[in-house]
């Protein structure tokens, strides 16, 4: 049976899983287009740091009326991947989506296996690399990686300033898409 590529996403009140919270979570099947979307009501024991939240946009008094409790979305989270067998998470830096995803279900006392990955960044420095596209150089010599970069390079935007877990997930998959597209061909 085919694989099928599930595009995750998530945003976070930081950079440490074991500190930060997990405020959003999104996933969309490349096979079918279907897409879970959560939003999480942080509990007050994990911060939210206040750059994390003006980057994805996202305020506490927001997620407090329209998140719902973490456990409750992981449940939901597990259920939706769980009916899409023999699947593999893709996303842009997508360990770090992982390491939030692995310590939210660990500390909910949930089981989650972390499956294959493919990671969007590692595609577009390979194929930076290969000379089939030209990411932008940072002040330190090396291409830059982040999801605006690497969209920007292919074609693609995202429709504002802050991150949304749903909309970089539909943007990874594009990005992927364009990037794979060519290795999956047969040359005539």
Not at 157 to 175: F, K, P
């Amino acid at each position: 049976m085919k694989s099928r590529l599930l595009i995750l996403d998530t945003e976070t009140g930081g950079l440490d899983p074991t500190q930060h919270a997990l405020l959003s979570l999104a996933a969309v099947d490349s096979t079918d287009g279907k897409a879970f979307t959560a939003l999480i009501r942080p509990s007050p024991e994990w911060i939210c740091d206040p750059q994390a939240l003006a980057k994805n946009g996202l305020t506490l008094d927001f997620l407090e009326k329209n998140g719902r409790p973490e456990r409750e979305v992981l449940q939901d989270f597990a259920l939706w991947i769980g009916e899409r067998r023999w699947h593999i998470i893709a996303g842009c830096n997508v360990a770090f989506d992982l390491l939030f995803l692995t310590a939210a279900f660990h500390r909910q006392g949930l089981a989650w296996t972390s499956r294959k990955n493919i990671d969007l960044q590692a595609a577009a420095w390979l194929a930076h690399e290969a000379g089939d596209i030209a990411l932008p150089i940072g002040k330190d010599d090396q291409p830059r990686l982040s999801l605006d970069h690497i969209a920007a390079t292919l074609g693609f935007s995202r429709s504002g300033s802050t991150h949304n877990a749903l909309e970089d997930a539909l943007l990874t998959m594009a990005c992927l898409h364009r990037l794979i597209a060519p290795a999956t061909t047969t040359p005539q």
